[in-house]
């Protein structure tokens, strides 16, 4: 059974970080893109950032490229979310998705995955 599960999320101060997790599970990992996704109250679910089994990281917003960073521990199924540099316009619901990768680079369409974890909510204070 495919799973993912979000964690990490919670209430910081604008200026501060938080490390998200999404653990992944029921699938074989390597044969997957996984990404992060956002959705604030009353706005669209958005692309954050993703990472693809042959290309690589990519990040969707020219706003967060600098500030956050995806990355991967392979041997635990899991992707992480690195945000440093919290504005409240971060504050929203993260979640993390996945789609078979067929050695595609990763989209940040969130209409082209398949499976998506619960998601964790991130509240920046100003």
């Known amino acids: 059974e495919v799973q993912l599960v979000e964690s990490g999320g919670g209430l910081v101060q604008a200026g501060g970080s938080l490390r998200l997790s999404c653990a992944a599970s029921?699938?074989?990992?390597?044969?997957?893109?996984i990404g992060w996704f956002r959705q604030a109250p009353g706005k669209e679910r958005e692309g954050v950032s993703l990472?693809?089994?042959?290309?690589?990281?990519?990040y969707c917003k020219d706003s967060v490229k600098s500030r956050f960073t995806i990355f991967t521990d392979n041997a635990k199924n899991t992707v992480y979310l690195q945000m440093n540099s919290l504005k409240p316009e971060d504050t929203a619901v993260y979640y993390c998705?996945?789609?078979?990768?067929?050695?595609?680079?990763?989209?940040?369409?969130?209409?082209?995955?398949?499976?998506w974890g619960q998601g964790t909510q991130v509240t920046v204070s100003s």
């Open positions: 990472i693809s089994t042959n290309y690589g990281s990519t």
């Open positions: 998705a996945a789609v078979m990768s067929y050695g595609f680079i990763a989209s940040c369409r969130k209409d082209e995955y398949d499976y």
């Open positions: 029921g699938f074989t990992f390597d044969d997957y893109n």
